[in-house]
């Protein structure tokens, strides 16, 4: 008699029969046959280990063969849209297939905010497993980069960032017009090896700032954020004017008053520094920030933003 | 008014899918009728039909598909075609090139595209059967682009970029006469420079045989005479499919690209039975009217007219309406024009018939010969008296009418010109 088993996953396990084998098969046969047999797995066991597998073998099969080479050795912040060419008609045809093989139901609503790769797997393993679904990640673009970080240009070393709950990355090309450059060294230009190491404190400050402290309702004050240490820098690149630096940090300990981050630079595929421990001290701010209240002035008019309106009324 | 001219050509059809073996079928009439292998059952009583070659679409998996391997087309094109799709989209291309345009002569608000096709009932049928089965969420997203009547300009629009005037047309067997003669239009008025005009039909199974029902089409399981227009043994259509695209080009472009050039359209005209929603009047009243109104607006007389294209699609009752249409309209010379029905090769390739006939009457007028009316054993008394020739003539017609008519009486003639 078929019945239903909870697993401790939290996966509700139907029977597999062989005819739902056979549309599984079907449904993946155009897949590698690593993702039909991820999916037969978890089918049988619910194990959700198989579930990367899964979903990165079904968007494989929607990319453009030129494309794939990007999937193999990619990382979870390679972009759905920009670096796959998905659009969202696609997008819909690899949620129709993910339905169909994991036995699930997503709205379109859930949908919009899964831009990398890595936001589609976390989505996909929440859902199955019943879990609250996380933050996307946020593209902070440059202007708001500036706007947020307390460090300025000209020692500012972030270029386009993103930041989600596991961490950030961010772009930053050696323009060869950094002040610093001009001594460092005489007539040969080299980033130096403090400076790579200041980009990946920045980025950690940005984490921070952009709230994935996960202590609900506070905020970091940004005037508390100061270095304490680090540990275990190794450079392997010199950098140079025209390179693009792809830095990414990721938590290790998040506890007020310190954060702890492993960072690390690529320049397009060669490593150029990592650091195995950075450490921030930080501090939330006394109190969670309020709207300050505005009078308006009697001549300005109060209704152009109908939601803001209401709520001062 | 503004010189129309014929720049570009594009086959996709059963008697050969580019204009060199198209242009050999049509003078050494060669048919493209086989007994279709779907056909083949008990229950099917219809055998012949006048399949496409070198393409496989009978998957409802677009991914499936084969085509010849000088056409690549990427899955996100792909995904929203029906089968006629893919051949108007291999047409397109063809037609491309041979007008010698570049990506800046055609995607511009000076370029359109009007397409005529039934749409794919054979995807239809799958998607809406997929439908009921797993449920509305779970239906390919490009289902209904793929499937429905518009689906050629939907893609083509998009595919080749265009900017200028784009629509569909759905007057079954006339549509893509009508689109021609509307294309026409939008050129001689001066609202557009340059316009491709499509038709294109799945030809399969389910696009063919629900014409059976109506005792619409043909019984005969010998293919070579299966479809036989005006032979007093005819006894209905043999249905195909494929793509057909013309390119027509203002006297300014042509003056100014210089390119070659197959004939002029001179004008059209069309008119309405007004009688039966399936059946032609049965003198072929709409026609006449139509051929009258063409001859009207092209300012040409019934004794110019060298060859007439005729819709005759090799039922019983159509191609009486059309002789006595014929016979009315050339009173005073009724053996002086030419007379054949390419469907004798063909088969009937409903919305892409006009556009079909029409590009064949191009390859006629540039290489200069008359394709002969084939399959004629015993010429229906009815047409005693009208030049129906069995064989094709090598001499070029200096001035050509093509005959479309479809459901609901809807007539459509279209007037060309030799350069």
Request: with cysteine; net charge negative.
């Amino acid at each position: 008699m078929a019945q239903s088993v909870n697993t401790h996953s939290g996966v509700t396990l139907k029977p597999f029969t062989a005819e739902d084998d056979t549309n599984l098969r079907e449904a993946l046969k155009r897949c590698s046959a690593a993702t039909y047999e991820a999916a037969a797995q978890f089918r049988k066991t619910g194990n959700t280990e198989h579930l990367p597998a899964i979903v990165l073998g079904i968007i494989e099969r929607y990319v453009e063969p030129d494309l794939r080479a990007k999937l193999k050795d990619a990382d979870d912040d390679l972009r759905v849209i920009e670096d796959l060419g998905i659009d969202s008609l696609t997008m819909m045809e690899i949620v129709i297939l993910v339905e169909d093989v994991l036995q699930m139901t997503i709205n379109n609503e859930e949908l919009r905010h899964l831009r990398t790769v890595g936001d589609v797997k976390t989505f996909i393993e929440c859902k199955v497993r019943g879990l609250p679904l996380p933050k996307p990640t946020k593209f902070i673009p440059i202007e708001q980069i500036v706007s947020v970080m307390p460090i300025q240009p000209p020692f500012l070393f972030l270029g386009e960032a993103s930041v989600n709950a596991h961490g950030a990355n961010a772009k930053y090309k050696i323009s060869g017009q950094e002040f610093f450059l001009q001594g460092h060294f005489k007539d040969n230009p080299v980033l130096p090896a403090s400076i790579m190491l200041e980009a990946l404190g920045q980025l950690a400050v940005l984490f921070l700032i952009e709230g994935q402290v996960g202590e609900a309702g506070k905020t970091v004050d940004h005037r508390t954020i100061f270095f304490t240490s680090c540990e275990g820098v190794r450079c392997h690149r010199v950098c140079r004017p025209g390179d693009v630096l792809s830095l990414s940090i990721k938590p290790k300990r998040l506890k007020s008053p310190l954060a702890t981050f492993e960072g690390q630079i690529r320049v397009g595929q060669e490593k150029a520094a990592i650091a195995e421990e950075i450490t921030l001290t930080f501090g939330f701010a006394e109190e969670v920030a309020q709207p300050v209240p505005q009078v308006a002035p009697a001549e300005q008019p109060v209704a152009l933003n109908p939601a803001k309106s209401a709520v001062n009324a | 008014m503004r010189k129309v001219y014929i720049t570009g050509v594009g086959f996709i059809t059963s008697i050969g899918n580019d204009a060199v073996s198209v242009s050999e079928s049509l003078r050494e009439l060669r048919h493209g009728m086989v007994q279709y292998p779907p056909f083949q059952k008990p229950d099917v009583p219809v055998k012949v039909a006048a399949p496409i070659r070198d393409f496989q679409t009978d998957t409802t998996d677009q991914e499936d598909w084969v085509f010849p391997a000088r056409y690549n087309i990427r899955r996100e094109i792909l995904r929203g075609m029906a089968p006629h799709g893919v051949y108007a989209y291999c047409a397109m291309l063809q037609a491309v090139e041979d007008a010698k345009l570049t990506e800046a002569d055609y995607s511009n608000p000076a370029t359109g595209l009007y397409a005529a096709s039934a749409g794919s009932p054979f995807l239809l049928g799958y998607h809406l059967e997929r439908m009921r089965k797993v449920g509305v969420m779970r239906c390919p997203p490009l289902g209904i682009v793929a499937s429905i009547s518009g689906t050629v300009n939907f893609n083509l629009v998009s595919q080749f970029k265009i900017k200028g005037a784009s629509t569909g047309f759905s007057s079954a067997c006339a549509s893509s006469a009508h689109a021609m003669g509307f294309a026409y239009d939008e050129i001689a008025l001066g609202r557009q420079k340059r316009m491709f005009v499509i038709g294109a039909e799945d030809g399969n199974v389910e696009s063919i045989l629900p014409f059976a029902g109506m005792r619409a089409l043909s019984l005969q399981t010998d293919p070579s005479i299966a479809s036989r227009p005006f032979d007093v043994a005819r006894d209905g259509f043999v249905g195909t499919g494929g793509a057909v695209v013309l390119v027509i080009e203002s006297e300014e472009e042509v003056a100014r690209r210089r390119p070659k050039v197959y004939g002029e359209v001179a004008g059209w005209g069309q008119a309405s039975d007004g009688h039966n929603v399936a059946i032609s009047h049965p003198d072929g009243e709409g026609l006449r009217m139509a051929i009258e109104n063409a001859l009207k607006y092209s300012d040409i007389a019934p004794e110019d007219v060298d060859y007439v294209n005729a819709h005759a699609t090799s039922t019983p009752i159509g191609d009486i309406s059309e002789a006595k249409a014929l016979k009315a309209i050339f009173t005073e010379s009724p053996s002086r024009p030419a007379i054949s029905s390419t469907k004798a090769l063909t088969g009937h390739g409903l919305s892409l018939a006009g556009a079909q006939e029409a590009a064949f009457c191009a390859l006629a007028m540039k290489e200069g010969f008359i394709p002969g009316s084939a399959h004629i054993t015993n010429l229906d008394p009815a047409c005693a008296g009208l030049n129906i020739i069995r064989a094709t003539l090598p001499q070029r017609p200096n001035v050509v009418l093509s005959n479309s008519s479809g459901f609901g009486g809807a007539n459509v003639c279209l007037v060309f010109k030799s350069v």
